[in-house]
Every structure is written in structure tokens, then in C-alpha cells.
């Protein structure tokens, strides 16, 4: 079929919609081109210096994965000088910000946004790395936390203006405007030059299907790198002259793949955020499974008898139905299947009192026991909880045991939410203890705190090497 059959993708509306969203991209690309490291405000510092920090640990984390090994292994990489975060080696960097961007996936503990219903972290941070390791000028640490954090405020405010097609999974196109960003400004490209690539990174998404994530295809966690290096490609492309900001992402990002609002990308630009507003996760799944997540190990007992759990019943927002089809068959085949499959989740957390990387292998004591389980967890959305969203991802969740006893909870938002018991630099540090060890989490807290002061941001982030080996004496 054309275009012309097409009348939602031709005519003047579609010319209006395309303008609309050229201006706000121009919009963005002024309040990109306009910061400054000091002049962020603090809570915006913190929280990039809080998220840099979790970012990287679990791709390092991620790293150390059987599956990522064996990506490693297979991946032919060239010769470089960039960190693979975990993997022990060094690669170009293109190759490292895919791999790294891809290790940041493996365990579904990455930094995320329910503003943005998405993460911006990911699809950003590895475009801006790489971006500074194929400058031949020295880039300043200020330089690169300026550009991550105008990538991500630019990636986030897509992803909260962008209404997807239900098959369609978050990762993988609207936050490659934000890495296109990032990779534009350590170019010290123009104003209008920042704006073209943005507008080019949206003419390059992938298609993201929900169905290839729920069935535990490993192309999903590639989603993210593709979108990373899709921005760079986008900063070249307008480097060259060779696109210009003509609202395209209107018609790629706001007609083919769901609905874009310009206004969502603009208000309160410079004012609110949403930076700030991004979350950490605690458990090794889809962040829609946490809330139930936190309840099943708040009321389960402290020893479980699976037999003795007669039904379990979920409540929660619509965000997570597509983690819905399938519920009850309890019969995840791999790592990545089972951090998406909703009652599977929720029977690990009662089986095995956590929701780790150690408890989402299939080769993990409790994995058949937590299958069997699932037949018996029921997940259904509630209305009622749907209008509380953005600012609340509602969950109730019930257990009845056989004995006739009942156990219940409901809770406003996932643990690690800005809005419900926040992670804060301790508690990240908890977290990458438990993942990459003592020694290897001080010394990356360390590397990001020191990053505003280095006049070099190559050679600092270079010591992220440090994070691929763990030496002796560190805690595992």
C-alpha cells in the first residue's frame, strides 16, 4: 500500500505533526547545546554520579554471565583499547559500547524510568563512552556527565512522548535520540547539527517485539546496543551533513510504531527532570514483576513448603499484561524467559526468598520447584490501578495456603523507587557488593566520583578495566 492510500500517514495532518515535532526537537537540542556541568542542578549530579554507578556494576555483573561469555567468545571482536565491562578483554569502541550495552541487559538489574517506561540508562551511557574514545581531542569528565545527562533527559522524554504499539517492546528505538544526543554534544557539533541527529537516531529503530522477549530469544538483549550505536551513526550522519531535523521522528516514532505528543517532549524542559525520577532494581526480572516481587517476600513464611501454597493471586497495572499470556504454564526454557514470565517470578521469590542471578539460572536448585509453582500464580490487571500510573506501579498480591490461611499485601511501587525507599549511594553499594564483590564496587564508586575532576575522561574511564577482574581478597 503508498503512502497516499495511507491518509493517517499523508496530508497536511501528518505535515502539521511532522513540524510540531521538528520544533520540539530544536527545543531539545537548545537546552542540550546550553549545559553545563555546574550548572545541573545538585539532586541532577547526584542522581547521574548514583546511576552511572549502578549502570555500570551490573554491566559488569553481566558480564561475567555464562551467556555473555559465550556472546564474547563468538563476537570475533577487533583490536581496541575499550573496556568489555567483565569479559577481560578490550576492544574498539563501537564493539565495547555493544557489548557492554548488551552485558547491562543480561540480568534485568539495570537503572529504568516510569516516566520514561523504559531505561534510558542503558540505550545512552555506552554511545556517550564510545563517543569519547574516538575523539582525538581530550574530553573532560565534565564534558561526558554533561552529554549522559542531556542523552538521558532527551531518551526519557521520548520514551514518556512516545506511545508504543502494544507488540512492542521498550528497548531498542526511542532511546537512541538520547545516545544520538550525547554523541553529538562530545562532537561539539552546532545546535542545529545536535538536532538533525536526533531526528536521524529516530529513523533508526529496530523493530522490538514483546514476542521474541517472552519466549527467551537472545535478540532482545542486543536491543539496547542497537540503539547505542544507531545514535552514533546518527551524531556521523549529521556530522557529514548528510540529515537534517525535518521532524521525521513524527513519522517513524509518532505514526509506524505507536503515537508521539511534541508537548510531552518539551514540558517543563530544563525544570523537571526526569533525570531524577529514574529508579534501581533489586530483583533479577522485568521491573513489572517487583512489586509482587517485594509482597512474596514480605508474606511468605520463612520456611516454604510449595505443596502447602494452594493459589496465589496478583493484581497489578496493564503495563505488565504482555508479561501475562502463558500464565500458569510455569515452563520458562532459559534465564530471559523466566525473568519475564510473571507467575514464574513470583513462585522463584516464594521458592527461593530472592530474585537474583543466582535464583533466575536454570540450572538453580530451586528452578523446577519454582516452575511447578507457577501453575498455581494467577496475574490480572486492575482498572483501578491503571489510572494511578505514571507516578504509582500498584500491586496487591495474596497467598492462600492450604491449611485455609491467608496472607495479603498491596504496595504503591516497586522497593528502589524514587517514590518508595530509594536507593541511595549505600545502598547501590550493597547492591554491586552482592553482585561484583567488595573490591571492584569501592574502586567504581570511586572512579564515577572522580570523574568531574579529570581533564581526561578516556583515561578514566579506562579504569573501568579494573572492574573485568576480581583480585585477591575481593569479596565474590
Known sequence: MSLAARPELSGSSAAASSAAVAGAVDELARFAADLDYAGLPAPVRERLALMLTDLWGVAAAGGRTPEQQALCTAWQAGPGDSPVLGAGFTSTPETAAFLNAVAACQLELDEGNKHAQGHPAVHVVFAAMAAVQLESRPVTGTEFLTAVAAGYEVAARFGRAFTRHPGWHTHGHWGATGAACAAALIRRLPVERIAAAIDAAAGLAQVASWDMVLGGQYTRNLWAAGANLAGLNAARLAAAGLTENDGAAGMSLGTLAGSLEPGLLVNGLGRDWLLTQGYAKLHSSCSYTHGAVDLALELRPEHVIPEDISFVQVHTHSLAAPLFPGSGTGAPRNRLAAMFDFPFVVANALTAGE?????????????DAARQLAAR?????????????????????EIRFT????????????????????LDRTGVGTKLTALIGAGPASRLDTAVRSLPDTDDAKAALNILRTLMTSPEGDTQ
Open 377 to 397: 500464580v494467577s496475574v490480572a490487571a486492575d482498572p483501578a490501578y491503571d489510572r494511578l500510573l505514571p507516578a504509582q506501579r500498584r500491586t496487591r498480591l
Open 355 to 367: 530474585i537474583s542471578p543466582a535464583s533466575m539460572a536454570p540450572d538453580a536448585p530451586g528452578f
Open 403 to 422: 491449611d485455609g490461611t491467608v496472607r495479603a499485601a498491596e504496595s504503591p511501587n516497586p522497593r528502589g523507587d524514587v517514590d518508595h525507599f530509594p
